[in-house]
């Protein structure tokens, strides 16, 4: 059954799952999984940062590499749904690879490549790329009363991103 949000599906995101992990030279290596293509409904809701007061303005050589939004130090969240998921190739690039080429499932429970603290590559409409790591992705959702009935409706799974854009 098709989510009721997917008519307003407006971020995707890149996602590698983690893969076998074996012994090299003695270490523990994990290879890269599968890569995910995940379309989702989110919302940007708050951010902290320097406008709010909490935090001090980084210095560029700090970022390693990232660039907050507002290029003030500020950090945003994105709450809301992942809907669908597909296989792609490792190099797969929405700027330039056609998505209406893609098979889509729908996200019937957690998928191991929205782990918490992961990073991933987002994509919230038409803005640019962000580098971004999952804080939360809860799976099927539990609760009472109406909740237990507006989130079977929903479908997917709950995910909470940070975000940052990425340096030129």
């Keep these: 059954m098709a989510s009721p ?27 890269a999984g599968d890569t995910y293509l995940i379309r989702c409904f989110m919302k940007r809701i708050q951010y902290t ?3 709010s007061g909490s935090k001090r303005i980084p210095l560029e050589s700090q970022l390693d590499g990232e660039m907050m939004p507002g290029a003030s130090g500020d950090q945003f969240y994105y709450r809301g749904y992942a809907l669908e ?8 690039d929405p700027a330039v690879d056609d998505e209406s080429l893609v098979v889509f499932s729908t996200v019937t429970g957690q998928l ?3 782990m918490p603290n992961m990073e991933v590559r ?4 038409d803005e640019r790329e962000s580098l ?22 929903i479908g997917g799974v709950q995910l909470q991103l940070t975000a940052g854009e990425v340096q030129n």
């Design 132 to 153: 971004s790591r999952v804080q939360r992705s809860t799976g099927i959702f539990g609760g009472q009363g109406i909740d237990e009935i507006i989130y079977s409706e």
């Design 5 to 31: 949000l997917a008519p307003y599906i407006n971020s995707r995101v890149i996602a590698v799952a983690e893969g076998a992990v074996s012994v090299v030279n003695g270490r523990l290596v994990a290879a």
């Design 85 to 92: 998921y597909a296989v792609v190739a490792a190099d797969w």
């Design 49 to 51: 940062g320097v406008s």
């Design 122 to 125: 987002f994509f919230f409409g």
């Design 112 to 114: 191991d490549a929205l």
